[in-house]
């Protein structure tokens, strides 16, 4: 064969396994046999071998390839991949609606439903039309690289029709039938099983060896576009253009005109769910205007335009044979019911929480109850009903402790729960290093390593971690030179953390990590948020009156303050969130009156994400008055203070608008 000839053949063969490959893995819908894919892939196996010059970075044969690595690098994505948040019921999703049309009272809502799929979402960057980097979502602010693990996903195209730089996000699934058979084939290995499709799909994209990730058939379906969609004006839209691209789209979604509609839909997908292949665990709902969801903007991590209305979680019952108290990171017990194990959810379980005493009072729950459990995603399960028909007389009612479990110091109740106070409860600080390193990602140092680190008395709190050397470890039992390296260089890696990481590591009693994220939007640096008053925590949009106390009260403890200057000592450096200053930031501002442009509480949440306080009456302290139409006694009382007053116009050049 000339050259020449080999080079168009190799282009042809490239085009036509990769078209086959689409109508296949994409469509569902193959043309050809197996056996004519699998023998015009093996052809150009061999001619790329041969004439590797001409090989195409696309090529179908570039997908496995890569050797094993050692760790994932991490990759800081280009837009924050958010979360959604969850509705149960219609009532939520009518409550959904509401706070919408609260901030947008004159928005015409149509929505977008589709499926929401039970696996691993993974953004997919491509440049100038070729797939260069795929990552996971992390915390939403980076993830990991696992670019060749996803390019062994033969419904993930490597390069796209048009030859821009954009980048497409979904989910890598697994079906359920390749789920059932990997785990019958972990079973004969010895190996763990998967509980469920999700962690199936997500442990097989975090394999260090994509040939381990190709064996595994995963799926990726799209569900988001990341370019410049000046043509495009709805959710729908921005499906059909995913699927021009040469992705996998569900075909089970629907363009929802009201709420009524959405519901049917969530009926009609509750019905079928089962008969689907792959798992899902709701829908998702979106404000199909791509304008208005824009104008939306996001809570916390989550889109306000979209949210997931989850499927009701299963109820099994079970024998509850005994009720433990357990110590968390904060101090609290929590009465555990120890359960006969049972299946439920996709994942067997042998523990359920009762929350607090009140809660076991309430169900009137007794040891050696049946009971019915009830699961919902990953969190532990609720018991949420006991069936009395079924007592024998010899059910035990149970009493709660007096005394922590762990240490035997009084314990001391605070709304519906007790505490452990004792601020060296071996436990308590065992949970909340357990949380720590894991809020640091610190991958290495799992909760029985920290346990016997603590046992040798290496460390007695998170800062110990930090001053660890290679000798400590590695003359313990069971750990060798290489395993010792392993976690101190881990642990090192870890000393550079965002803001947000770090406010949410310091375990604050309801601060988890949307809430975090607000505070350093908010105040940008540790050392801002630690000299920021009640007030002005409680001034931040999605944060109320108990959420501020318990910030205000836990940055005002001396032993807190001291615990955040070791770390920083330690050598942990914490990255600033720049603050876009405007000449709105740390201002006190009233808006009185009709803004033509701004509802009220968009205005509101334009004053807040610009640095700004809003406030509702006018004092002395007011730096200005925004002046809508029909304004009320508040523009008379600017007035009288002389304070200085400015209208909707100019308001908007202040924000930049
Ligand atoms: S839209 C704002 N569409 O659900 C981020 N997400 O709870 C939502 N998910 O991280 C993106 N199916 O992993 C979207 N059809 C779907 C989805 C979907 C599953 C996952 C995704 C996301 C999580 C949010």
């Given at each position: 064969?000339?050259?020449?000839?080999?080079?168009?053949?190799?282009?042809?063969?490239?085009?036509?396994?990769?078209?086959?490959?689409?109508?296949?893995?994409?469509?569902?819908?193959?043309?050809?046999?197996?056996?004519?894919?699998?023998?015009?892939?093996?052809?150009?196996?061999?001619?790329?071998?041969?004439?590797?010059?001409?090989?195409?970075?696309?090529?179908?044969?570039?997908?496995?390839?890569?050797?094993?690595?050692?760790?994932?690098?991490?990759?800081?994505?280009?837009?924050?991949?958010?979360?959604?948040?969850?509705?149960?019921?219609?009532?939520?999703?009518?409550?959904?609606?509401?706070?919408?049309?609260?901030?947008?009272?004159?928005?015409?809502?149509?929505?977008?439903?589709?499926?929401?799929?039970?696996?691993?979402?993974?953004?997919?960057?491509?440049?100038?039309?070729?797939?260069?980097?795929?990552?996971?979502?992390?915390?939403g602010?980076?993830?990991?690289?696992?670019?060749?693990?996803?390019?062994?996903?033969?419904?993930?195209?490597?390069?796209?029709?048009?030859?821009?730089?954009?980048?497409v996000?979904?989910?890598?699934?697994?079906?359920?039938?390749?789920?059932?058979a990997?785990?019958?084939?972990?079973?004969?290995?010895?190996?763990?099983?998967?509980?469920?499709?999700?962690?199936?799909?997500?442990?097989?994209?975090?394999?260090?060896?994509?040939?381990?990730?190709?064996?595994?058939?995963?799926?990726?379906?799209?569900?988001?576009?990341?370019?410049?969609?000046?043509?495009?004006?709805?959710?729908?839209?921005?499906?059909?253009?995913?699927?021009?691209?040469?992705?996998?789209?569900?075909?089970?979604?629907?363009?929802?005109?009201?709420?009524?509609?959405?519901?049917?839909?969530?009926?009609?997908i509750?019905?079928?769910?089962?008969?689907?292949?792959?798992?899902?665990?709701?829908?998702?709902?979106?404000?199909?205007?791509?304008?208005?969801?824009?104008?939306?903007?996001?809570?916390?991590?989550?889109?306000?335009g979209?949210?997931?209305?989850?499927?009701?979680?299963?109820?099994?019952?079970?024998?509850?044979?005994?009720?433990?108290?357990?110590?968390?990171?904060?101090?609290?017990?929590?009465?555990?019911?120890?359960?006969?194990p049972?299946?439920?959810?996709?994942?067997?379980?042998?523990r359920?929480?009762?929350?607090n005493?009140?809660?076991?009072?309430?169900?009137?729950?007794?040891?050696?109850?049946?009971?019915?459990?009830?699961?919902?995603?990953?969190?532990?399960?609720?018991?949420?009903?006991?069936?009395?028909?079924?007592?024998?007389?010899?059910e035990?009612?149970?009493?709660?402790?007096?005394?922590?479990?762990?240490?035997?110091?009084?314990?001391?109740?605070?709304?519906?729960?007790?505490?452990?106070?004792?601020?060296?409860?071996?436990?308590?600080?065992?949970?909340?290093?357990?949380?720590?390193?894991?809020?640091f990602?610190?991958?290495?140092?799992?909760p029985?390593?920290?346990?016997?680190?603590?046992?040798?008395g290496?460390?007695?709190d998170?800062?110990?971690l930090?001053?660890?050397?290679?000798?400590?470890?590695?003359?313990?039992?069971?750990?060798?030179?290489?395993?010792?390296?392993?976690?101190?260089?881990?642990?090192?890696?870890?000393?550079?953390?965002?803001?947000?990481?770090?406010?949410?590591?310091?375990?604050?009693?309801?601060?988890?990590?949307?809430t975090?994220?607000?505070?350093?939007?908010?105040?940008?640096?540790?050392?801002?948020?630690?000299?920021?008053?009640?007030?002005?925590?409680?001034?931040?949009?999605?944060?109320?009156e108990?959420?501020?106390?318990?910030?205000?009260?836990?940055?005002?403890?001396?032993?807190?303050?001291?615990?955040?200057?070791?770390?920083?000592?330690?050598?942990?450096?914490?990255?600033?969130?720049?603050?876009?200053?405007?000449?709105?930031?740390?201002?006190?501002?009233?808006?009185?009156?009709?803004?033509?442009?701004?509802?009220?509480?968009?205005?509101?949440?334009?004053?807040?994400?610009?640095?700004?306080?809003?406030?509702?009456s006018?004092?002395?302290?007011?730096?200005?008055?925004?002046?809508?139409?029909?304004?009320?006694?508040?523009?008379?009382?600017?007035?009288?203070?002389?304070?200085?007053?400015?209208?909707?116009?100019?308001?908007?050049?202040?924000?930049?608008?």
């Open positions: 064969m000339s050259n020449e000839d080999a080079k168009k053949r190799i282009k042809k063969l490239t085009d036509e396994i990769n078209s086959l490959r689409y109508r296949y893995h994409v469509l569902d819908d193959p043309t050809v046999t197996d056996e004519i894919y699998e023998s015009l892939t093996q052809e150009l196996v061999k001619l790329e071998a041969k004439y590797p010059q001409f090989k195409q970075a696309h090529s179908p044969t570039q997908r496995v390839g890569g050797a094993a690595l050692e760790k994932f690098q991490k990759v800081r994505h280009e837009v924050r991949m958010l979360s959604l948040s969850d509705a149960f019921n219609k009532e939520d999703m009518l409550d959904w609606e509401a706070r919408i049309k609260k901030l947008i009272p004159d928005a015409k809502l149509e929505y977008f439903c589709e499926v929401k799929f039970d696996g691993l979402a993974v953004s997919l960057r491509y440049k100038s039309g070729a797939l260069v980097v795929a990552a996971t979502r992390g915390d602010e980076i993830g990991e690289n696992v670019t060749e693990n996803v390019k062994t996903i033969q419904s993930v195209p490597l390069d796209l029709p048009i030859k821009k730089d954009i980048e996000r979904g989910e890598a699934i697994m079906t359920k039938d390749v789920w059932n990997l785990n019958k084939q972990q079973e004969k290995k010895g190996k763990p099983l998967y509980a469920n499709t999700r962690n199936a799909a997500a442990g097989s994209i975090r394999q260090l060896d994509p040939k381990v990730t190709a064996s595994r058939k995963l799926q990726f379906y799209a569900y988001d576009l990341v370019m410049d969609l000046e043509q495009t004006t709805t959710h729908e839209e921005v499906h059909e253009k995913i699927k021009a691209l040469g992705f996998k789209v569900s075909k089970y979604q629907k363009h929802a005109k009201n709420l009524e509609a959405v519901f049917e839909f969530y009926d009609h509750g019905k079928l769910r089962e008969t689907l292949p792959f798992g899902i665990d709701g829908i998702v709902v979106s404000v199909n205007n791509l304008e208005l969801f824009k104008r939306l903007g996001a809570v916390g991590k989550a889109p306000r979209m949210v997931a209305y989850k499927f009701a979680p299963e109820q099994v019952a079970t024998v509850m044979e005994n009720i433990i108290v357990q110590v968390g990171r904060t101090g609290k017990l929590t009465p555990i019911a120890q359960l006969r049972v299946f439920v959810g996709g994942t067997t379980v042998s359920a929480t009762l929350h005493e009140d809660e076991i009072k309430r169900l009137d729950v007794r040891i050696g109850d049946t009971v019915v459990i009830q699961r919902a995603g990953d969190v532990i399960p609720d018991v949420v009903e006991v069936l009395p028909k079924l007592r024998t007389g010899k035990k009612k149970f009493l709660m402790l007096k005394h922590c479990p762990v240490c035997k110091q009084p314990i001391v109740r605070r709304g519906v729960d007790y505490f452990c106070v004792n601020a060296h409860c071996p436990t308590k600080n065992l949970r909340y290093m357990e949380y720590f390193v894991s809020a990602d610190i991958y290495t140092v799992g029985k390593i920290l346990q016997r680190f603590k046992d040798e290496l460390i007695s998170v800062v110990d930090f001053y660890l050397k290679k000798e400590d470890i590695q003359s313990l039992e069971r750990f060798g030179e290489k395993s010792a390296e392993n976690i101190i260089a881990s642990i090192q890696a870890r000393k550079q953390v965002t803001l947000p990481k770090f406010i949410y590591a310091l375990g604050i009693a309801h601060v988890g990590e949307e975090a994220f607000d505070l350093a939007q908010r105040f940008g640096s540790i050392q801002k948020l630690m000299n920021a008053s009640k007030e002005e925590i409680n001034a931040i949009l999605n944060i109320g108990v959420v501020a106390q318990s910030i205000s009260d836990w940055f005002r403890s001396k032993r807190n303050r001291q615990f955040i200057e070791k770390l920083l000592k330690a050598g942990i450096e914490v990255e600033q969130v720049k603050i876009h200053k405007t000449a709105l930031t740390g201002k006190s501002i009233v808006v009185t009156g009709t803004l033509e442009n701004l509802s009220r509480e968009e205005a509101k949440e334009a004053i807040r994400k610009a640095g700004g306080d809003w406030v509702s006018v004092s002395k302290n007011t730096d200005f008055v925004v002046v809508g139409d029909n304004p009320g006694s508040k523009y008379d009382k600017a007035q009288k203070l002389g304070v200085k007053t400015i209208d909707e116009k100019e308001f908007l050049k202040l924000l930049g608008k």
